[in-house]
């Protein structure tokens, strides 16, 4: 699919001009959160009938435009690992605090919906948990900084709206 090599493009452009941040967080937890939320959906595999589904159509068809919109609003904000390179709040940053990883959760519903197996859902509930502890640990960080703080306040959601 064009788009998710469009959005990987960019990632890849972005994580060479990315902004220096202020501070980065290096424990040895983001760096296993980190790897795990970036590598684990690449174990997903697809089932030997799979069910082709409109709905998981939309669902990584959403997750995937949604990642686009995401990264090209962080823009030279993007990096992998915990760090302040200033606050977005703006595009779908109005709505929730993280929706790059809530685009993620889409797409890889979207896939388990299509490809559905026990394996693969255990891989996206492994890759949800390792993207959950990213938040977390982007927040502890990002709350030390005060207009994070009044952004987090403004943003009530993390992931999903009404939810999280």
């Known amino acids: 699919m064009l788009l998710i090599v469009a959005v990987e493009a960019i990632v890849a452009v972005l994580l060479v001009i990315r902004k220096d941040p202020d501070r980065t967080h290096h424990s040895w937890k983001t760096w296993v959160a980190t790897f795990g939320g970036t590598v684990a959906p690449l174990l997903l595999r697809p089932t030997e009938a799979p069910a082709d589904l409109l709905v998981g159509q939309g669902l990584q068809l959403a997750g995937f435009t949604l990642q686009l919109a995401a990264v090209l609003s962080l823009n030279r904000s993007f990096g992998l690992l915990p760090a302040h390179r200033g606050v977005k709040s703006d595009g779908l940053y109005r709505w929730v605090r993280h929706p790059l990883y809530s685009a993620y959760l ?25 993207q959950v502890l990213r938040i977390l640990q982007e927040e502890q960080l990002l709350c030390e900084y005060d207009a994070y703080a009044l952004y987090a306040g403004r943003t009530r959601w993390r992931l999903i709206p009404a939810v999280w």
Do not use: D, K, P, R
């Open 106 to 130: 889409f797409a890889h519903l979207g896939y388990l919906v299509n490809n559905f197996s026990g394996y693969n859902l255990a891989i996206v509930v492994i890759a949800t948990a390792f």
